[in-house]
């Protein structure tokens, strides 16, 4: 029994798309099944393969998910941590791994000296000497410098540790394909289940959100903050030249995706997506 369900769900799984559309096949093969003495016994086995798929599906995606998160915490707190302090602080010179760091640092300082100004002159603060000035100045500094010290070595410990977490998602891939076959099977079922208005509220959602009039701020976030986790200098030109081509690309892929195979399997949701989009 259990040979069987893997067979048909690995059927499922690598199903090319036919001339027809599926939305058709269904129809004929529910027919089929309405006429068939065997309905009742097929149906509590499909009830069972469906079971088994969903089940699987979900305890492969958080295998997929949870190991390589936990992982990549525990090799950063029990490994990476301690190793990277120490060979780090060795080199006691060194701060910042990039200009980008530099330049937010000097403009951290320059901010706190123009604020230590602002306070001395509505009153705030007493008046101060310049020796007082110095050494608040220099005490935020030192402060800062410590501040930035940290972030490049946590820099240095998401690289290492993220691509620990690489090793382990793919080696999970690799050696499971049986279950990740089921888990394709169970994706595709899931999306091309969905009725045409879900389905074309979707392709909406997901167009408006990454390749949408607004996305640039947003891409913009993304891409700073992903720069910053590495210890990446942060170029201006970069993130600009990655807006401009990187969303237009994702586009044409999704239109091509649209026309490719949506519009065979289910041209009605491709009507429903136009109407809503207008």
């Known amino acids: 029994m259990k040979y069987w369900n893997l067979k048909k769900i690995n059927q499922s799984a690598f199903e090319k798309t036919g001339i027809i559309p599926r939305s058709m096949n269904k129809l004929f093969n529910r027919f089929k099944q309405e006429l068939n003495p065997n309905a009742e016994v097929e149906a509590l086995e499909e009830f069972k393969v469906a079971k088994y798929q969903t089940s699987t599906s979900v305890k492969y995606i958080i295998v997929l998910l949870i190991t390589p998160i936990l992982m990549n915490h525990f090799s950063k707190i029990s490994i990476l941590d301690p190793l990277v302090n120490h060979l780090w602080n060795r080199n006691s010179y060194r ?62 410990k998401n690289i290492l540790a993220d691509f620990i977490s690489i090793i382990i998602f793919l080696s999970i891939l690799i050696i499971n394909k049986r279950q990740f076959s089921i888990l394709k099977s169970f994706i595709n079922e899931l999306i091309y289940g969905l009725s045409d208005t879900a389905k074309a509220f979707l392709i909406i959602l997901f167009t408006d959100i990454f390749v949408g009039f607004h996305s640039p701020h947003g ?39 649209i026309f490719r195979y949506l519009n065979r399997i289910s041209p009605s949701a491709v009507a429903t997506y136009h109407n809503m989009n207008e």
């Open 95 to 156: 701060i910042f791994l990039n200009r980008s760091q530099e330049e937010r640092a000097f403009a951290d300082l320059q901010r706190f000296e123009e604020k230590l100004h602002f306070e001395v002159l509505i009153g705030k603060l007493d008046s101060l000497s310049v020796e007082s000035v110095h050494a608040k100045i220099s005490d935020k500094a030192l402060e800062i410098a410590l501040e930035y010290s940290h972030e490049s070595a946590n820099a240095i």
């Open 219 to 257: 891409w913009e976030i993304v891409i700073e903050a992903i720069l910053r986790h590495f210890g990446l200098p942060e170029s201006r030109d970069f993130i600009f030249i990655f807006i401009s081509t990187f969303p237009v690309v994702l586009d044409t892929i999704f239109k091509y995706w």
